[in-house]
Each structure stands twice: as C-alpha cells, then as structure tokens.
C-alpha cells in the first residue's frame, strides 16, 4: 500500500526528499510551501527580466550524491557535445570563482592568501604582526574552546581575526564572537587554516580552473563551480516540475501552524493561506524544513515544557538585500585588463559601512541580466526582523544603500538606473540564544518515529546548499527502508570530517 508523506516546505530540503522519495518508491507525496514561490532561501527573484540569486549559491560539492544530483537535472555546459547556452537554457555553465574583500578600500583575496598585493596591501608591519601572532598559537594552542572568537584564534591567530573576521562576522550576527557557539566556525570555515590557505595559494598556478570536482579542496579555496543559466531559482523549479509530473502536489500559501501529536507519532498538520482559510493533511511520515521554534510552537501542549522552553530561545538572523540596477561600476579592478570587477560576491570588511557583502549577478551568469550593458547587483545587510533597518521604508533604506556605496566609492548615484528591496526572515539560524540546549528538542523530534527534521531551518543549523540536501536523501533512505527509528544519518550530515576535509575522490 502506498504511504504518504508530507513535506513542509518547497525549498531544496523539501524538494530533494520529494523527488527522491517519488523517483525510488511508491509514495504519495505533499508540499505545503508558506509562500508562493520556489526554491527557500535557493531561490532566484525575477525583478523586470534582471535575476536575483538571494543570498548567493555556488553549485559545489564534495558529495558525490549531491552533485550527481544536480547533474540529473541539468546537463553541464559542454560545448564540444552542443551542450551550449547559446542553444538552450536548461544547463549548468562552468563559471571561474572569485571572491575578495575590501578592507582599508583596498582588495584581498579570500580567504587571505601570502602574495604581493596582500603584503602591500596590509603592510609589512601589519603582515609582521599577523605572522608572530599565527607562531604564538602554534606553539601555544588555545585551551577551552568555547566561543566562535576562540575558534578563529585557534585557527588564525589574534590579529588575522582581527583584522578580517571579527567586524564582519560581528556584522552577520549582531552580537560579538564571545557569545557565539563555536558549532558555528567548526560548519562554515571546516577544515580552512592559515597552513592549508598558504599551500593552496602554492598550488594556486598550477590548478585548472575548469575543473569542479576538487574534493580534495576546502569549499572556500575551490577554483570553479557550476551555476544554472538562469540563477539557482532554475534548478528547483525544474526539481518542482519533475516531482508534480512524478504525482507529487506542491500547495502554495499553506502555512502550517498546527501539529497534531496521538500516541508518539504525528497524525496530521493543520494550514493556514492568506485568506485565513484552514485545511488539514495527515499523512504517514512527516518531513519539516519549517524553522524549529514555528513546528515546537505548532504542537502545543504535545511538546514538553522544556523543549518549547528551549524552542522559544532559539535566535534567527534576519537579512535584506537590494537590487541594484546600474549604467555602470565606479569601482575598477587594477588587475583587470579592462579594469571590470570580476568577483561573484565581494565581502566588505570596512567598519564605517553597514552593508555585508555585495554579489554582482552579471559574474555569476551573463544570463541574468536583461542588458548585457548594465550592471546588476546584490547590496546584502543583516538584521533582526522589526529592528530599525528591517522596517526602514524601502525606498529610504534603498537611497541609504547608495550611499554607502558611494562612500565607499563603488558607484555614482547619477549612474543608477533602477532598485528593488527583498527582505528574507529567518535566513540564519543562529548560534547563540539556546542553541546549546538543542539537544533536548532533537532528543523530542527523534522521539517522534515518523518525524524527520531537515534543512537548514528544520535542523536550526547553518547548513550549505548541498547539506540540505544530503539530510532530505538520508530521510528518504531511511523511509523507504523502514529504517526510520535512527535518526542519526540525518543528524550527521555537515559534521563528519570525511565531508569537511578527508574525501578522498577521482
């Protein structure tokens, strides 16, 4: 007999576990997606023919399953087999990565490399500085780590956090690195450490920029990576089509705000669209990508005092971003023959500037802009939905986006053509708050046989792309093998170190 599932959420998590749940077993499967759109925080925002990558997502991986994943759906750009985006759009293009920061108005690599124009850049006494600090944690390794700010010193020594982790990540968080979980760090820089930063700029020459399978690779140091035509937004919705044409039905507008719980196992959820109408959907498992705190919230008194206690505490770090449409970039590059800025996205350390990063969507494909002779561009901020940057009026916080980016002499106000303002809630869970008791809501979760946590929100964990969807295909396996009392497969993604650093791959 078929079982039904029902997934909560139409982002890569949820997309994943339908598709491969609907492609290996005899299932019927249902997404209830809050909003209209496909794809979570993945997906790409069409503004007058320009394409927004919300957040940035290059398509990389050391997981084998998650890259022939990928490649499932869309061939990779091979033009001596006319796989070409000149004759069609559904493809994935090999794009050269290039990413830096701007600190002191001036561009480094990232992550920092030993070259010429970081030793003039920092100057010799600022490098000598970094470099006794780096001895000293050799040869005294810091003891206790407890916080993020001990991890980078752990990592990088004092005055290379100083210098290029500290403000930045301050301004992701909104909280200084001695209140943030170490768990954070351990995810995000993985296995990056001066030593092997120094032995990849080394190598640096002789790589071949073409290549995007270097598992042997830190993600941060990769040199190329895949990258649909049309932004990731491309990807899902093709993922989205494939899993209503297998049978499976994708509800729009459906936010789930009630979970019914009966003798350990859920039996149904209960939605709400924006015309307030209700519906129920029960099901036999259940897969939630929803943030954590919502689906505890949602149960009622079925979950335990301590574990909504927990729950309630959780933090989420809210994000905007401004589309900005331009005649052309200020900035130059000295580098460049033509003098044109080549980064995907540009991290920006300056202390006197609210703005995070910037993506500039022509890098990641020529494909998302209408005019090829225009520049279009992502201006990233951080913040706390209902604090005073989240509500600023869109117009007023798009004119001070400007303007931060004419300080930092980017671009001229008289060369903007056309903005557009997106607000993402809950884009990062955070690592602070109760996050260190999240033990008690997974020892909960768990308990409930046919629940399955996925996903970046549904774990409460900052997982990459690809990590989503490695916890929605160990799901998948785990129920069509009737394996679903472990949940530790799951659990155990982004964590092991044969993802982060030892994969040993062709």
Same mark, same amino acid.
């Given at each position: 007999?078929?079982?039904?599932?029902?997934?909560?959420?139409?982002?890569?998590?949820?997309?994943?576990?339908?598709?491969?749940?609907?492609?290996?077993?005899?299932? =019927?499967?249902?997404?209830?997606?809050?909003?209209?759109?496909?794809?979570?925080?993945?997906?790409?925002?069409?503004?007058?023919?320009?394409?927004?990558?919300?957040?940035?997502?290059?398509?990389?991986?050391?997981?084998?399953?998650? #890259?022939?994943?990928?490649?499932?759906?869309?061939?990779?750009?091979?033009?001596?087999?006319?796989? =070409?985006?000149?004759?069609?759009?559904?493809?994935?293009?090999?794009?050269?990565?290039? =990413?830096?920061?701007?600190?002191?108005?001036?561009?480094?690599?990232?992550?920092?490399?030993?070259? @010429?124009?970081?030793?003039? @850049?920092? @100057?010799?006494?600022?490098? #000598?500085?970094?470099? *006794?600090?780096?001895?000293?944690?050799?040869?005294?390794? *810091?003891?206790?780590?407890?916080?993020?700010?001990?991890?980078?010193?752990?990592?990088?020594?004092?005055?290379?956090?100083?210098?290029?982790?500290?403000?930045?990540?301050?301004?992701?968080?909104?909280?200084?690195?001695?209140?943030?979980?170490?768990?954070?760090?351990?995810?995000?820089?993985?296995?990056?450490?001066?030593?092997?930063?120094?032995?990849?700029?080394?190598?640096?020459?002789?790589?071949?920029?073409?290549?995007?399978?270097?598992?042997?690779?830190?993600?941060?140091?990769?040199?190329?990576?895949?990258?649909?035509?049309?932004?990731?937004?491309?990807?899902?919705?093709?993922?989205?089509?494939?899993?209503?044409?297998?049978?499976?039905?994708?509800? $729009?507008?459906?936010?789930?705000?009630?979970?019914?719980?009966?003798? @350990?196992?859920?039996?149904?959820?209960?939605?709400?669209?924006?015309?307030?109408?209700?519906?129920?959907?029960?099901?036999?498992?259940?897969?939630?990508?929803?943030?954590?705190?919502?689906?505890?919230?949602? /149960?009622?008194?079925?979950?335990?005092?301590?574990?909504?206690?927990?729950?309630?505490?959780?933090?989420?770090?809210?994000? #905007?971003?401004?589309?900005?449409?331009?005649?052309?970039?200020?900035?130059?590059?000295?580098?460049?023959?033509?003098?044109?800025? /080549?980064?995907?996205?540009?991290?920006?350390?300056?202390?006197?500037?609210?703005?995070?990063?910037?993506?500039?969507?022509?890098?990641?494909?020529?494909?998302?802009?209408?005019?090829?002779?225009?520049?279009? #561009?992502?201006?990233?901020?951080?913040?706390?939905?209902?604090?005073? /940057?989240?509500?600023?009026?869109?117009? &007023?916080?798009?004119?001070?986006?400007?303007? &931060?980016?004419?300080?930092?002499?980017?671009?001229?106000?008289?060369?903007?053509?056309?903005?557009?303002?997106?607000?993402?809630?809950?884009?990062?869970?955070?690592?602070?708050?109760?996050?260190?008791?999240?033990?008690?809501?997974?020892?909960?979760?768990?308990?409930?046989?046919?629940? $399955?946590?996925?996903?970046?929100?549904?774990?409460?964990?900052?997982?990459?792309?690809?990590?989503?969807?490695?916890?929605?295909?160990?799901?998948?396996?785990?129920?069509?093998?009737?394996?679903?009392?472990?949940?530790?497969?799951?659990?155990?993604?982004?964590?092991?170190?044969?993802?982060?650093?030892?994969?040993?791959?062709?």
């Amino acid at each position: 007999m078929s079982q039904s599932i029902v997934i909560i959420g139409a982002g890569p998590a949820g997309l994943t576990a339908a598709y491969e749940l609907l492609k290996k077993g005899q299932v =019927s499967v249902t997404i209830l997606e809050a909003t209209g759109e496909i794809g979570g925080i993945s997906r790409t925002k069409n503004y007058k023919g320009n394409r927004m990558d919300i957040g940035g997502h290059r398509f990389f991986s050391k997981s084998d399953k998650a #890259m022939d994943f990928w490649k499932e759906i869309m061939p990779l750009e091979d033009r001596e087999r006319g796989i =070409s985006p000149d004759q069609a759009d559904l493809l994935f293009l090999i794009r050269h990565r290039l =990413s830096r920061i701007l600190f002191l108005r001036k561009f480094f690599d990232y992550p920092v490399t030993l070259n @010429g124009s970081t030793i003039r @850049g920092l @100057g010799f006494s600022r490098l #000598m500085k970094i470099g *006794v600090s780096y001895l000293k944690i050799c040869f005294r390794p *810091v003891k206790d780590i407890d916080s993020l700010e001990k991890f980078f010193i752990s990592r990088f020594g004092v005055e290379l956090y100083e210098t290029f982790f500290k403000d930045y990540t301050e301004k992701v968080w909104g909280v200084p690195c001695s209140q943030i979980s170490p768990d954070w760090g351990a995810q995000r820089v993985k296995g990056l450490s001066v030593s092997k930063a120094l032995l990849h700029s080394l190598k640096k020459p002789f790589l071949k920029k073409s290549t995007v399978n270097g598992k042997k690779v830190e993600t941060s140091l990769i040199e190329s990576f895949m990258y649909p035509k049309y932004g990731p937004g491309q990807l899902w919705e093709e993922v989205a089509r494939r899993v209503v044409a297998m049978g499976g039905e994708i509800r $729009f507008g459906q936010r789930v705000d009630q979970v019914s719980v009966e003798n @350990g196992r859920i039996v149904s959820v209960a939605a709400v669209d924006e015309n307030g109408v209700r519906s129920a959907v029960e099901g036999d498992y259940f897969l939630s990508t929803m943030p954590v705190r919502d689906l505890i919230g949602a /149960m009622g008194p079925a979950a335990p005092e301590k574990v909504k206690e927990v729950a309630e505490g959780l933090v989420y770090r809210d994000f #905007m971003t401004v589309g900005l449409l331009l005649d052309s970039l200020k900035l130059k590059d000295p580098k460049a023959e033509n003098g044109r800025v /080549m980064d995907d996205w540009i991290y920006v350390q300056e202390r006197d500037v609210k703005i995070g990063r910037l993506q500039l969507f022509n890098n990641w494909s020529p494909y998302m802009v209408k005019d090829p002779d225009t520049v279009f #561009m992502g201006l990233e901020y951080f913040c706390d939905e209902g604090d005073e /940057m989240w509500n600023t009026p869109d117009q &007023e916080f798009i004119d001070f986006a400007v303007g &931060e980016l004419e300080k930092l002499g980017i671009v001229e106000r008289s060369h903007v053509k056309d903005a557009v303002l997106i607000r993402v809630p809950k884009a990062y869970p955070a690592y602070f708050g109760t996050y260190g008791q999240f033990g008690e809501i997974r020892k909960f979760t768990d308990s409930l046989e046919n629940l $399955f946590l996925l996903g970046r929100n549904g774990q409460h964990r900052y997982n990459n792309m690809d990590h989503s969807m490695l916890t929605a295909m160990a799901a998948a396996e785990a129920i069509l093998s009737g394996n679903v009392r472990d949940k530790s497969p799951v659990w155990e993604i982004n964590t092991e170190e044969e993802y982060h650093e030892e994969k040993q791959g062709a």
